[in-house]
């Protein structure tokens, strides 16, 4: 079993960065896939990035070039650097794992994580 804790979301202004954190339970966290989704009012919820246990990384094509995603498997951590904000990302952030199944990882299906944190909002204002 894996505990994922998210921290980091705060109220930010248009334009502004934020660095959001997500602290995992458990052994063999450096063996996992993580990923970033994030859930608007009102929307589903929403692939942002993702790392492999490898340290591919993958964006929505919304946020490539301004937010980055990292991990520090000593620290049992994942990161997600977030810069430009804009309004419209105005959501709760999660953190999403899974162990490495075998096969096509499909980074940015909600499915393909068995493991989710609890969230944590970040407010971007205009």
């Known amino acids: 079993q894996v505990q994922l804790v998210e921290s980091g979301g705060e109220l930010v202004q248009t334009g502004g960065s934020l660095r959001l954190s997500c602290a995992a339970s458990g052994r063999f966290f450096s063996s996992y896939h993580v990923a970033w989704f994030r859930q608007a009012p009102g929307k589903e919820r929403a692939f942002v990035a993702a790392?492999?246990?490898?340290?591919?990384?993958y964006y929505a094509d919304s946020v490539k070039g301004r937010f980055t995603i990292s991990r520090d498997n000593a620290k049992n951590t994942m990161y997600l650097e977030m810069n430009s904000l804009k309004p419209e990302e105005t959501a709760v952030y999660y953190c999403?794992?899974?162990?490495?199944?075998?096969?096509?990882?499909?980074?940015?299906?909600?499915?393909?994580?068995?493991?989710w944190g609890q969230g944590t909002q970040v407010t971007v204002s205009s």
């Open positions: 999403a794992a899974t162990g490495v199944k075998g096969g096509t990882y499909y980074y940015d299906r909600k499915y393909e994580y068995d493991y």
């Open positions: 790392i492999s246990w490898n340290g591919n990384r």
